[in-house]
Structure formats: C-alpha cells, structure tokens
C-alpha cells in the first residue's frame, strides 16, 4: 500500500475547487463593499484610531486583504488566479474612490484610503503566494 504523503499539495488544495462558493461570497463581498462605499456617511462621529492608524484606513486595508483573498479562491481554477484577483480588487478600490468625486454620494475621494487599500491587496498577495506557491497557475 503507498503511504500518501501529508504535504500533497491536491490534499490541501481540493477545498478550493468549489469555485462556486468562492464567486458567490465574493459576490455578495463586493455588493456589500459597493454600498458601504457610495452609501453617504450620515453619522458625524468622532474618528477613532488604532495605533495611530485612522479606523478607515484599517477598514479598507481589511477589506481590501479580504477581497483579494475571495478573488483569488474564486479564481483559483482558472489561469493567473492571483493576477486576476490583484486587477479586480484595485479595479474595484480604485473605481469606488473615483466615484467618490461625485457629490451625489456625499463621500469624499481620499489617496490615503487607495493606499490602505493597495496596502491590504498587497499583503493578501505575499500571503496567497508565500502558502499556495506551488498551486498558483500562472
């Protein structure tokens, strides 16, 4: 009898195959997103931080770490899983800011908010390479 091996990269990598699941939650994630992002900030609150990060921009570094992660789950069947997911998600960030130009949202287009972003699509990106290095199809 072979003794299969506990690093098969197949053994740990087959959860990813539901790529049906993945699109949809990363459906529903970037619906979610899309409204908390143009939705107008009614609340006039006192900003809070977190060593002295603003609680926005952990937020969209957050977020932004969250939705690459679903795009490349979503993705990972498909050719540049992680290359697809990257684009999307500062297709997406990049698009929300810019809408926020537009006063009909009542928001307010801010650099540093892309930067957290790009910030957190980053780290998603060492992570998925770093952990499914030898799965990612390029």
């Known amino acids: 009898a072979k003794i299969k091996n506990i690093l098969d990269a197949e ?8 790529d049906k699941i993945f699109k949809t939650l990363a459906f529903y ?11 107008p900030n009614l609340l006039i609150k006192q900003p809070w931080s977190f060593t002295f990060i603003r609680e926005d921009h ?13 795009y490349f789950f979503a993705f990972y069947t498909k050719q540049n899983a992680l290359k697809k997911s990257l684009i999307y998600s500062l ?8 809408l ?20 957190g699509m980053l780290s998603a990106w060492l992570i998925i390479k770093g952990f499914f290095n030898y799965s990612v199809k390029e």
Not at 29 to 39: D, E, G, M, Q, R
Not at 92 to 97: A, D, N, S, T
Not at 105 to 110: E, G, L
């Open 100 to 119: 926020q130009l537009f006063p009909i949202f009542q928001r307010h287009f801010d650099y540093t908010d892309l930067l957290a972003n790009s910030l």
């Open 11 to 18: 053994a740990y990598t087959s959860w990813l195959q539901a």
């Open 58 to 70: 952990l937020l969209h570094f957050i977020c932004y770490f969250g939705m690459t992660s679903l």
């Open 91 to 98: 297709a997406l960030g990049g698009i929300l800011e810019l």
């Open 29 to 39: 994630a970037t619906l979610i997103v899309v409204i908390f992002s143009l939705k």
